[in-house]
């Protein structure tokens, strides 16, 4: 089946007032999925949605922690609750990555920030285990079935690089599991790699070759929950079939794919990327590999489509100009080729303040010719850059059309879509980054409302058609600002048109080059049916934003 899509959208967006009532519409046209046009969504557990109070406190976490800086109640039933509601489909979302959901540090610290708990899921005491705030593996069972039945992704998040820190009641991972001493200076490869990221976060000896026994609180704690045999035979099990060392990485790595053979999950994120040995990720991608084609394998029924496990890498500072390299400035690595689908583009705060052309045709080029197969992450906001694009959430609309419109994969972070607040008051350094989600603004606040149908429309129509993200973008004229946008993949195409800086009310707009005469469009952003005559498609809407397709 052949698609052909024009999206007319102008520099400044107009919001929806007088569409207050406005409902969206799931499209039907079932496109081809793409990673490297996905729309994900990127939420912390813990302050996203609360599903089950019961499980709210956990390992008597009950200090006092400094501003948003303990848990907050999040849980996965309550990431499910929200698919089950159509919260994600109706912002046209086909993957969503979690932080990580592992059982965590059971006391709290202080980085200098005030006292923390593990909540944002970083703080790794146990792979093997969920941590109780977050949910069960019932939870999660559910949590994938209930996505995959929506059409949505599940993305895990991967900490193989450290474990949580040294507290009173969290004794450190024996000397030759981990480093304890000797904090990263980041001048060169080795003061990025061989050392601590922060004072008292044990460092994983990655590059370690050497055999390790469990440590032995695991194997206390295993123990006791009545699963220490079942343990140890699956890790003989897997040693015997690949024949790695028993050294700690490869530890990890069978834990962490352990979550792809059991639920079925669709890809994972991997956590501080360049503070590992490139090797061990080209390792994890093979036993990712390996352990999907096992779940596909062993759940025919419940395999989505024929895409491979999704890698996505967190290389800090990153930018989509270097291409596939990382310049550490004694060593430039390649972490795409047999490792990572894409990595997570830090350039793009930067770069969407630039034109849309020069933002669109950049990214374009780079991604069609020398990544060509491969993809990036793009984002306005994240969990922990303290420097994202429109931190005081002046230019909402902007933000939201540039990151919906741009080549590359989306990453909404929980609350972009509703301009959800970046800046705490009492809140220190990232903390500001991570308030829990407003859905009270949703709610009770029509701005709010209105940039949420907003998002919904861009996010829906990146999804139906995958040319916006993954596509193949070209100029079609400067004034008024038209472009393409194509995608092909067998015998499936789909093919969008951009232009910008078009009038509100009526606007006559020059589609010949796309459609015929007699042609029947649809505008998805204002609802509304219109034909094609003498190559002109006219059209009277009150927004700036007009999302044009062939229709049914």
Known sequence: ??????????????????????????????????????????LLTDRFNNGDESNDVSFNRTREAGKLRGFEGGDIKGVTQKIEEGYFTNLGVNAIWLTPIVE??????????????????????DWTALDPNYGTKEDLKQLVEVAHSKGIRIVLDAVINHTGPVTEEDSAYPEDWVRTEGQCTYQNY????????????PDIKTESNEDVGLPDFLVEKWKAEGRYEQEVAELDAFFKRTGYPRAPRFYIIKWLTDYITEFGIDGYRADTVKHTEENVWQEFRTECDYAFSEWKKNNPERVLDDNSFYLVGEVYGYNIVNKKLYDFGDKKVNYFDNSFHSLINFGFKYDARSTYESLFSRYSNILQNDMKGFGVLNYISS????????VKREKPYEAMTKLLLSPGTSQTYYGDETARPLIIDGAVDDANLRSFMDWESIENNQDTKDLLLHSQKLGQFRAN???????????????PYLFYRSYSNGNYQDMVVIGLDLPIGVKTLDVSKVFKDGDVLRDAYSDQELKVENGKAKLESPFKIVLLEKAD
């Open 104 to 125: 965590q540090i059971h006391d709290a610290t202080d980085e200098g920030t005030g006292v923390t708990y593990g909540f944002h899921g970083y703080w790794t005491r």
């Open 383 to 390: 969990h922990d850059d303290g420097g994202p694009f429109d």
């Open 1 to 42: 089946m052949k698609f052909i899509v024009l999206i007319i959208a102008l520099t400044t967006v107009l919001n929806c007032q007088g569409q207050k009532k406005e409902q969206v519409n799931i499209e039907k046209q079932n496109p081809s999925f793409i990673w490297e046009g996905a729309n994900l969504y990127f």
């Open 190 to 201: 080795e003061s990025t790699v061989s050392c601590t990221l922060v004072r008292n976060l």
């Open 465 to 479: 058609h995958p040319a916006v993200g993954a596509g193949t973008h070209q100029m079609i004229s400067q004034d």
